[in-house]
């Protein structure tokens, strides 16, 4: 089995090729799914959050809210959240491989891929990017989103030029959606290729 890497950073359209691929029949792992479920009502991961964290957690799971404000600007508090987190994440992964270890190959959604450390084995990693403008319009236009947090936010990440220059496959979704969808059928026929699919 291939397993490649997707990421990319806040707004440059990641979410929307990791369905493209799924479209393609390509299993992938969305980290960021996989750690609201894990977090959600009845989560694996509540008790050990409320007593990290106490008030953050309630009937309909982490406040993420409360959560985010607990962790954000600050470095030791978001490392102890993510010593909670981390782990059941790569067990989750791991329940994944196995459920798909008949395919020639599958793909892991991870946002900080680079930041944190991709995880061993992968066999290639896909950027996703768009340009800059693109990439502010999106995000300023979720709720909630501010011109400070998204600075803040993209502080955290690595720069997308850096991301493109460690990639070995990169989307571009900042043309038309049909053009990124053909795109994607082309990485995927190029990728079932190189599986033996």
């Given amino acids: 089995m ?4 997707l990421t990319g950073s806040i707004g440059m359209g990641k979410s929307a090729v990791a369905a493209m691929l799924r479209k393609e029949s390509v299993p992938v792992f969305d980290a960021d799914a996989e750690v609201h479920r894990l977090q959600g009502p009845g989560g694996v991961l509540l008790p050990a959050i409320e007593a990290r964290f106490p008030g953050t957690t309630g009937p309909r799971g982490v406040d993420r ?9 600050h470095p030791e508090e978001l ?3 993510e010593h909670i987190v981390h782990p059941a994440v790569a067990k989750s992964r791991q329940a994944f491989l196995r459920r798909h270890r008949s395919r020639p190959m599958v ?3 991870i946002p900080l891929l680079f930041e944190k450390g991709p995880p061993r084995g992968l066999s290639g990693i896909i950027v996703v990017t768009a340009p800059a403008w693109k990439q502010r319009k999106r995000v300023l236009a979720r709720p909630g989103m501010t011109p400070q947090k998204f ?3 993209r502080k955290l990440q690595m720069p997308d030029a850096a991301k493109r220059k460690r990639a070995d496959y990169i989307v571009n979704t900042g043309t038309t959606f049909g053009r990124t969808r053909e795109a994607v059928r082309r990485l995927t026929a190029c990728l079932s290729r190189r599986a033996g699919r």
């Fill in 2 to 5: 291939k397993i490649y890497g």
């Fill in 65 to 73: 809210q409360k959560l985010g404000a607990a962790v954000f600007n």
């Fill in 79 to 81: 490392r102890a959240l």
């Fill in 107 to 109: 793909v892991f959604d």
């Fill in 151 to 153: 600075k803040k936010i």
